[in-house]
């Protein structure tokens, strides 16, 4: 019986995210989770309570092993020094992601469309969902990035890590756009190259002066 009900749980997490993913978060109603993941409404209920307990859920599922694999490479980096290069400050913060987003076997893929639609929402609601996912990343990284870059200003930096977030986003949500445009000579499919890529890019806006 414990093993059925964990089934229909993972069953309407993954209907529910492909839908929020393709359309939206506010645009999908529990009904059209209900069909896509063929149940009834009380299996949602028992499990999340509501449409946007289950947004949470689908949200946490995803980006709470992502968070914690980041400030787990970051603890790593300050029990070696306790100002850690920037390079390996970047390579923990969008290094997850960017291996995530390419990994179909955990579902990055239709998980970052998701995030993205998130990040791009009006909703109140939702924004204050991903400022809760993330806080604690941010909590972590941010005194790191201020160490990392001693000469930068707080408003400049807090400007170029916006920049960051849409870099990073952007790559993990249109990188087959790049392919077409280079007529194949760049290969988002290529994780490490992409990593190694973007945190070059991020590396020099973040140290400008």
Known sequence: MKRKKLDTKTVILDSAEALFARKGASAV???QV????KVNLAAIHYHFGGKEALLQAVLTRRLGPLNAERLSLLDDAEGK??????????????GPALRL????KKGGREFMR????????????????LTRQ???????????FQRALPKIKK?????????????????MADAERLREFTGGMCDPDDTEETVRQLVTFLEAGLKAR
């Open 29 to 31: 109603s529990l009904r």
């Open 34 to 37: 209900i069909a896509r993941a």
């Open 81 to 94: 020094s306790r100002r850690v290069p920037l390079k390996t400050l970047l390579e923990a913060l969008v």
């Open 101 to 104: 987003s390419r990994d179909p």
């Open 114 to 129: 998701l995030l993205g639609r998130c990040f791009t929402e009006p909703d109140d609601k939702i924004q204050a969902m």
């Open 134 to 144: 993330l806080h604690e990343v941010a909590e972590r990284f941010l005194p790191a």
């Open 155 to 171: 408003v400049d930096l807090f400007w170029r890590l916006h920049f960051l977030v849409g870099a990073m986003a952007h790559t």
